[in-house]
DNA sequence: GTGAAAGCGCTAACAG
DNA sequence: CTGTTAGCGCTTTCAC
């Protein structure tokens, strides 16, 4: 099976290459007879032209990398998903990268920044520590979704996301309100400024609010993942069964924290009370349905795409969107 | 921030752009002083070197597309990611190309090849149907991963896949030889010669077998999506409460079976015992933990970019690879 | 409205 | 071991 180049559509249609480069491109200052022409060649032989050859003339190009840290978690993927929909006409402006939670996204922007000429970047599920000082000198529009950069050392980069301390607090408040006070947070490091270590501090808020001091003891490390947050479960709950809430900062980890309940013989939620934050499709079909934080996934991805693209055409400064979340009391919570 | 060419690293290396190209591919014919320096000045710029470039000049680069159909089915998503790590030493040989469930892998597929010049392909999660026939001249090595193309339309290409009869027959079997004897059966379209349809015909083989009728009405078509899944369970036990066991051919449609079953008063598996497919990580954490057939995803992805590259290296003839895979009854299935 | 020609950044002969 | 040079397929001035 032959494949054509624009050379072979242009002799096959009896015009030049810069005709059919023209018609490729949809622009205007070609006759519609042509256009007709070399369109129903064009389709005769499925020609889509080569990609490498146009990005690498159009290195102003606007395309733009959407790198997705950790393909795993489901939410995130979910908002890439959702992002990628946002793509204006099939433009195939938004090219994502899906890079392992353990890969560095700078390093990945970086490199996506000379290996394809992006021209815009959209961090979801990034971290923002000090790694991000090797893009100190880029001065592309960026946009993270998920995690605020307002005073972070990425505050020059725009920010769509969920007001994480203000939803913290929400939803441990609730936990309290409830009557619940020896309550387990299965979290993450609370270094930074990122949205794990705001989310620590809606926590104390809410603490702090309801009068009822907080136990550091009860604050327990975890990565996100099923097995990490069941096994760090298992162990905090043969360790401290008074406890009579969880919550936890992903609905993952949440899942996680269920079954090793469920395996220590705790029900849940009549001896715990469990919390997730995200808002993920799976949460609402598990036995209990999962309480959660719910985070407007569509609209992160409608503004993300949103602001990049203000930044991109009108060199609009850099915007902190934050969207509105919902703290959703399904069957976990008692 | 400048962005750096091939020259320009040339020029502060001073050397010439062969020189740097050849560092750039590890190329054995530079000296080691030569290569040290090249590399010195290329990793002072970040350089990375244009992938657009490269591409249009390596057109017949060993670059291998990977179509995944369904994003959102984490059986697949966990395949795919296991063949990317396949990629031998980071040669981004393997490019991974996600579309919704809804596309057209053909027509993708076709694209792709004009667009990005891919030397190979492989399908995850493709259904072998009529819409194949546009690959038709298309005669580039091809592996379908997870679906036998043996005796199908696609038989030219390669395969790697469980025996999917073989597999649904036990799995069902093992519900039959329990006392199960009315089953309802969660599958697609039985038309066709894909892996829903084989796993069809293994549900009645059991059944045969087993010297038991199988009731067609039993037979529940819907697509394998919580939502979907949950309504056409929701649906059927109203219908069938005398139904004491379910077999679903996805682990997603199973979990929404199960909450169905739930919200319906029928518990599981004491009055209801469900089966799932695939293995997928969330079954393992579910209450109760879900019985499936759990397929061997490292291995299927292993074999897969395994058979392919034989096939581009060695011009090996299309092998159909046929992966054991191992039904594990947990706490769904009493 | 259309075409000729000059590259985009890189690789691959082909010489030395 | 290293450099010179001719394109890969496409877009884009600049003429006509």
Redesign the interface.
Known sequence: ?K??TIRDIAQQAGVSVTTVSRVLNGRPDVSKETQAKVRKVMAEC???????????KQADQAIIAVIIRG??N?FL??LA?EMLLCDPAGKAALV?E?IDEQDDEFLCA??L?????VAGLIFVGSRIDSRCE?LA???LPMVFATVSTLNTPMERAASVSMDDRKMACAAVGELLRRGHEHIAVFGGSRSGQDSLALRALGVQDAFLNAGVPFEEDRYVLTRFT?QDA?SAALNYFQRRPDTTAAFCMSDTAA??V??AL?DLNMRVPEDVSVMGVDGI??G????PRLSTIVQPVKEIARQSVQVLSDMMKNHSPARHVTVEAQVEMRESVL
Do not use: K, Q, S, W
Not at 46 to 56: Q, Y
Not at 284 to 287: E, H, K
């Open positions: 099976m494949i054509y499925h020609f889509v032209g080569n990609a490498n050859a146009r990005g690498l393909r795993n489901p993927a979910a998903e994502p899906y970086l490199n920044l000379h290996r394809r000429r090797v000198d880029v001065n099923l069941y899942l996680g269920m079954r469920c499709e799976i609402r079909y598990t036995t």
